[in-house]
């Protein structure tokens, strides 16, 4: 048996105004995903516990099968995993943000402009973080270098007790002084954040970027904590190799930390413009060398939710279903072996909101020797609610998938 798990990161939405009231998932045009859910499983999940903040990082944890409430200690070290970077038990690991801020005299009184510092190169990144290691790194804190505008910051004997360190895609468009943090632990941090802006905005990058009409890279911004992760391994839960297909250094994390293998795909961004055919080429490659399970993880359209973006959300949607389900149903057919294919979100990312939410999410189970009718002629939110079947434990729904 064969495994293949589809991640559309934040694929789940709420009616959109500019879509006529349907949501992206409504409105896509995707043959083959609707197909496979003809002859499947339907239904919704619950991946955010409540109590828990709806992350890619614990939505995927418990798509995974890993319990979140056991074994998260924060997103930024399953990252910083993912990049190479040694973690001692008394260090703690922060997201290290590119952003682009508004340009008010008084750092509170600026807006975010854009988290992502207008989709930044990862060649352009690379010279402002080098710059930031090379005016704030010393004993106490270190950063490394990352993709885009996703980077790692380590606090030697720091602490993860530091009051609200909000995500920049939580903000976008807000004035920033009220989500920074006021804790006495977190002043240090802030500190830095608030000389980065000094540091960066003449910044040769940025200048260079400003002249060709793009964002700059004004700012660092520290938020996702967490100490050293320490999870099972894949295999010892569920008997069988793993493999993790993705551009996001957080879902590399999860699965270096899990033990699974984790290629590299070049031309794989994150975002609509990422090497879709790429990823569905990796995925077949590592089943037909011995993995027996793969993890498609494709941010596109996450980030397009978070960018009030509701086309290309359909769109991202629209060319997985072209340019990755194809390749991938095929490698596997051509493998001959039984095969299931497990197709969901981690959570919603809605459009109308631009950040993640906690709702349960549709869900799609397929097994080739096992087709059945599902009910249900185009998946999406709706129609899956419409099933009855419903899962409430999230960090369930990977053994169900192997083992039922």
Not at 258 to 287: C, Q, R, S
Not at 373 to 397: C, L, Q, R, W
């Amino acid at each position: 048996m064969k495994y293949a798990v589809i991640l559309y990161d934040g694929m789940a939405d709420y009616p959109v105004p500019a879509l006529g009231g349907k949501t992206p998932m409504m409105l896509a045009k995707k043959p083959n995903f609707d197909k496979l859910a003809q002859k499947g499983e339907v239904g919704l999940v619950r991946t955010v516990a409540e109590g828990l903040k709806p992350g890619s990082d614990v939505a995927n944890l418990s798509v995974m099968g890993y319990d979140p409430m056991k074994y998260y200690t924060g997103r930024s070290p399953l990252e910083a995993v993912s990049i190479g970077v040694k973690m001692a038990d008394d260090d703690i690991a922060l997201r290290c943000n590119l952003v682009t801020l508004s340009d008010e005299e008084n750092y509170d009184d600026k807006t975010m402009v854009d988290y992502s510092a207008g989709d930044i190169s990862s060649a352009d990144a690379a010279e402002i973080i080098k710059t930031v290691q090379e005016v704030f790194g010393n004993d106490e804190f270190a950063f490394y270098n990352g993709v885009s505008y996703r980077h790692c910051l380590i606090h030697h004997g720091g602490t993860v007790e530091l009051g609200n360190m909000t995500p920049p895609h939580d903000i976008s468009d807000r004035v920033i002084g009220p989500y920074i943090s006021t804790a006495p632990t977190a002043k240090k941090l802030v500190d830095l954040m608030r000389k980065s802006y000094d540091v960066l905005k003449d910044h040769p990058v940025n200048k260079k970027r400003i002249a060709e009409g793009k964002r700059p890279a004004n700012s660092i911004w520290l938020w996702g904590e967490g100490k050293k992760p320490m999870l099972p391994l894949f295999s010892d839960l569920y008997g069988i190799k793993g493999s993790v297909i993705s551009a996001v250094d957080l879902l590399k994390g999860i699965g270096i930390a899990a033990g699974m293998n984790t290629p590299e795909v070049e031309g794989a961004t994150g975002y609509i413009d990422t090497n879709f055919e790429g990823k569905a080429n990796a995925a077949v490659e590592e089943l037909k060398n011995g993995a027996d399970l793969v993890y498609v993880h494709i941010e596109a359209p996450d980030e397009c939710g978070h960018r009030n973006e509701p086309e290309n959300k359909v769109r991202a949607i629209e060319l997985i279903d072209e340019k990755v389900l194809p390749v991938i149903i095929n490698g596997l057919e051509e493998i001959g072996d039984d095969y299931k294919i497990m197709i969901l979100p981690d959570h919603p990312t809605p459009i109308v909101t631009k950040t993640h939410a906690s709702d349960p999410v549709p869900y799609m189970i397929y097994k080739k020797s096992a087709e059945k009718d599902s009910g249900v002629e185009s998946i999406n939110e709706y129609t899956a609610k419409a099933t009855g079947v419903y899962v409430d434990f999230g960090p369930s729904m990977m053994k169900k998938f192997i083992e039922e």
